[in-house]
Nanobody, 123 residues
């Protein structure tokens, strides 16, 4: 059974850097049909894709956040991480990590999610 668990501080001050980690169990980050994503949901809004890392270590991020987002992984711990610099109250959200199953190249699907972690941006 694949499980994902987010961890990181729930409170970040404006202009500081948000750091979150997702620990994955049940499957390797390097499994060739999986990609790994960070997705957030601000209060009262829909889901927003933040960025992700593929099985080969290549990364992608939302154009709107690209200059502030960095995604990395530690394969020895089967973890991937999100760093977001210069946060503002607009970055407050529930942050989820999720696995994207691309065994069907034409129909990738998110199949497993972490429970989410609330991030508040406040001084």
């Amino acid at each position: 059974q694949v499980q994902l668990q987010e961890s990181g501080p729930g409170l970040v001050k404006p202009s500081q850097t948000l750091s979150l980690t997702c620990t994955v169990s049940g499957v390797s980050l390097t499994t060739d049909y999986y990609a790994w994503s960070w997705i957030r949901q601000p209060p009262g809004k829909g889901l927003e894709w933040v960025g992700g890392i593929n099985h080969d270590g290549s990364t992608h991020s939302s154009p709107a956040l690209k200059t502030r987002v960095s995604i990395s992984r530690d394969t020895s711990k089967n973890q991937f991480s999100l760093q977001m610099t210069s946060v503002s109250p607009d970055d407050a959200a529930v942050y989820y990590c999720a696995s994207l199953d691309c065994r069907d190249d034409e129909n990738c699907m998110y199949d497993f999610w972490g429970q989410g972690t609330q991030v508040t941006v406040s001084s």
